[in-house]
């Protein structure tokens, strides 16, 4: 297993960042807004190590493509889909295939939010538990 670098992790931030945001496939990260979270040893180290962090983000799995815009300071990166979802958001997907729907990335995250928000999934939650409870997880 590949250790963690300290280039990776800050690429994770940015991607994660972009993919928390996006509605869509993509996202554009300003450098300059991302910094902000940072206090001045980091933005140094981010700014002195810019290209290793630009490898990172290349060579996550989740980034399809990536353009980093040197005059802008900006990160455009294109995600893929399945990165992308919860595995509520894909359990939908696949039903709505099933259906002969195909939906966009913010439908599905709206009709989780609302299956997840709903009554019928709090009760099913706490039957689920309550059943459990019962055997305390041993097979009888």
Do not use: C, P, W
Request: aromatic residues 12%.
């Amino acid at each position: 297993m590949e250790k963690l670098s300290l280039n990776k992790l800050i690429a994770n931030d940015i991607i994660n960042y972009g993919m928390d945001k996006t509605m869509s496939f993509n996202y554009m990260v300003s450098l300059s807004d991302f910094l902000d979270d940072y206090d001045d040893e980091a933005r140094d180290y981010i700014k002195s190590h810019i290209n290793g962090i630009i490898d990172a983000i290349h060579q996550n799995e989740n980034v399809a493509q990536l353009d980093y815009d040197e005059t802008r300071s900006e990160f455009d990166m294109v995600f893929y889909f399945d990165g992308l979802m919860s595995d509520l958001d894909k359990e939908v997907y696949e039903k709505a295939k099933e259906l002969g729907y195909d939906f966009e990335l913010d439908e599905l995250r709206e009709i989780s939010y609302d299956i997840q928000n709903s009554d019928i999934y709090d009760n099913l939650i706490m039957n689920e538990i309550l059943e459990h409870s019962k055997t305390m997880g041993r097979e009888i």
